[in-house]
């Protein structure tokens, strides 16, 4: 059996089909696959080769990826957003030998390492887990493990026209892309990030199926604009979906199929529920003939086992003796369901945005006037959690406007959502009975 | 209840950095407040912490709202 490309996949789809849509008009598949085919013949130094694709907008992240994809040995995918620390962090740990940058269509060599070209072997896609830290680790896929839950059907695919709403250099967005060229469904394109921009180009070339986070799809809905759209797909991911949200696009879009997924970057895809409820059924847990498997672990955390998994060190660390992974997610069993309660370290989801309360409370404490801070999840009916913030002022300190002063401190050297969003002054801190800092969400 | 609303949306916007409609009327736009997503997140926060209930964990039927009038409502219905 020939190795699974994206260019395979695309090559069964009628080339006449309609694939990317953007500003500059719709690009069929026949003409996608062209402008992959001239990319790699201007790339043909790079074939085995461990490539850094650095922040590419998608319309040029597609095509490279195509064109890529079965040629290069490793394709290390950073989004925009990514740092110029973090990215040479992660190009170091990758070995990248060259670097695709944005607007440049050139695959520039950044070292002598040497590489031999591939001999039909599946790429790996490596991608970063969405560091809490600052220091994001490398998760490696091939294209089987990122499709894995992937419906390729092209007949059906015909009559979707999917709305990209993420970076496609993350796990959620790319999962959007894969979707779409599989079942050779119309992918439109925002020119930009902005959710204006993003907005009207869903409603320029009307959009039947959507992918968002809940926090993004509750802003969608005060936005307003999404209701002219027939939506007939939608599916929520990245943090948890509440009751909430479920219900009130079943409300506005009451014939459309409405999933919740549960994926991460290690696991790759976990799994859809499609039946409208937070949480998953509770049957679904031991079940062994489910793929995944599920299972909670004596700690409440969720354990996952996949038979396509991605590989790795940082993969390996986490399997149990029953090659089970630990995602980290902690759960509870409340009837007939299984509902998620946030990460087992503490990690705040900020409507996707992932926070570390340690690394917080570490800068947090650097700051003129904190003595200590606990930092930890509160959670919101908008955004899934914020961050709140107990702080512990050095003796004497104004506390008024020792409070602007950090959020002045946060607010020029942090991202807004890694900002507390409710800030209080305790005399003391709590601690659990181990010693460690008390963080449960509230 | 629009008074307490809108001093904390003032209050928030200058936390952030953002400038907030001068003119907050029933009709305006929340996403076109000044505020942007995040900053309204932590408005519902904050006036939980001030009032003791965020009515978009109370609602039978959820509704997000698209302007401060039908927020002012919203709150207004759920008040004890």
Known sequence: MSTLTLESVLRQLPPARPCLIGTAGCVTV???LEVAHALRANWSQVNGGRIALCGLPPGELIPALIALDGFAKELLLLPASTDAGTSENLMAQAGVTHILEAGTKHCRAVNDGCF???KGEPTRWLLA????TGAPKLIAHRLATLTRTVHRDPVRGADFVWGLLYDPARFAGLQV???ALFSGSALVLSERVEFDSQVTALMRYPVNALSAT?????KLLMDGRISNLVLRQLTLGGETADQAILDALKARFPAARIVHIYASTEAGTGFAVQDGRAGFPSDWLNDTTRNPALRVSAHGHLLIKASLMPQGAEI???LNSEGYLDTQDLVRLEGDRVLFMGRASGAINVGGNKVNPEWLESYLRGIEGVL??????????MMGQLVAAEIMATEGAELKSLRQHILQCCRSELESWQTPALITFVNALKETAAGKRERLST | MEEKIISLMREIASESGAELNANIVRDTVLLESGLDSLGFAILIARLEEELGYDPFTMMEEPVYPQTFGELVDIYQRFAA
Do not use: M
């Open chain 1, 116 to 118: 031999e070209q591939t």
């Open chain 1, 316 to 318: 390996n660390a986490r």
């Open chain 1, 177 to 179: 892309v894969l979707q």
């Open chain 1, 30 to 32: 026949g003409q996608t």
């Open chain 1, 372 to 381: 200590d801070a606990r930092v930890f999840a509160k959670s919101s009916s």
């Open chain 1, 129 to 132: 887990t969405s560091g809490t």
């Open chain 1, 214 to 218: 809940p926090t993004l799809w509750r």
